[in-house]
C-alpha cells in the first residue's frame, strides 16, 4: 500500500480476533467470557501494582467500575475510534493483558498504541507480539499511517518493546502525562510509519 493510498483510506476500527498462535486478541466489551468472570478479571488486573503505576484502570478496581470500563470499549468499537483488545492464552482463555490502538487525528492517520499486561505473562515478548501485531492491523484494516508509542521515561520495559517492535525514538516531552504514581512525567516517544520496513520477530 502506497502512501497515497493510506491518505485516501483511513476507516473507523471494527472489532475482530486476531489470531497470534498461542494468544488471541480478543475485542474487550460486555460479550468477551473470560474464564472467572470477565468483570472478575478487569478488577484483578486494576489491582495489579505495575498496571496500576503505568496504565491505572482508574476506577476498575471495583465490579461497577469494571462494567463501566467494559461498557466504555463497547462504545469506542461502536463509534470505531478505538481498538480495545484484551489479549488471551489460546489453550485455556485466561486473560494474559490488554492492547489498544486508538485514533488520536484520523484525518491525518495518526494513531496511538498502549498496552498492559499481568505479572505473569511478562517477560515473555508477548508485550512485544501484541503489538505488532495491532499496529500491522492498523494500518492494513484501517489505514493507519503514523502510530505513536509513549511511556514514562523510567519505564525501561516499555522503552525495550516500543525499540523490538520497530518504534524508534522520537524525543522526550517534558512533564507530559499523569500516570498512577501521581507526579506529571517525562515521556518517550517513539513512533512507527506504516511504509517502515516489516518487523521480525525472533
Known amino acids: 500500500m502506497t502512501t497515497s493510498d493510506l491518505a485516501t483510506d483511513r476507516r473507523p476500527f471494527q472489532p475482530e480476533v486476531l489470531d497470534l498462535g498461542a494468544f488471541l486478541l ?3 466489551g460486555r460479550a468477551l467470557d473470560l474464564p472467572g468472570g470477565t468483570v472478575a478479571a ?30 466504555r470499549a463497547d462504545q469506542r468499537w461502536a463509534d470505531g475510534s478505538t481498538a480495545c ?15 489498544v490502538l486508538l485514533w ?3 484525518g491525518e492517520g495518526v494513531a496511538m498504541v498502549g498496552y498492559w499486561l499481568l505479572a505473569a505473562a511478562r517477560g515473555r515478548g508477548l508485550a512485544t507480539l501484541a503489538t505488532t501485531a495491532i499496529t500491522d492491523w ?4 484501517a489505514g493507519v499511517r503514523r502510530i505513536e508509542l509513549y511511556h514514562a521515561v523510567g ?27 501521581g507526579p506529571y512525567n517525562d515521556e518517550h516517544l517513539h513512533a512507527r510509519l506504516a511504509t517502515d520496513p516489516p518487523v521480525t520477530l525472533g
Open 104 to 106: 488520536t487525528d484520523q
Open 155 to 181: 519505564n525501561d520495559s516499555s522503552c525495550r518493546v516500543a525499540a523490538r517492535a520497530g518504534f524508534p525514538y522520537e524525543g522526550t516531552l517534558r512533564g507530559s502525562y499523569r500516570y498512577g504514581d
Open 42 to 71: 478487569v478488577t484483578a488486573a486494576a489491582a495489579d501494582t505495575e498496571i496500576a503505576r503505568w496504565n491505572p484502570l482508574h476506577d476498575a478496581t471495583h465490579p461497577a467500575g469494571a462494567e463501566a470500563y467494559l461498557d
Open 85 to 99: 483488545f484484551a489479549v488471551t492464552d489460546r489453550a485455556d482463555g485466561r486473560l494474559c493483558g490488554n492492547v
Open 26 to 28: 480478543r475485542p474487550w
Open 138 to 141: 492498523g494500518v492494513r484494516t
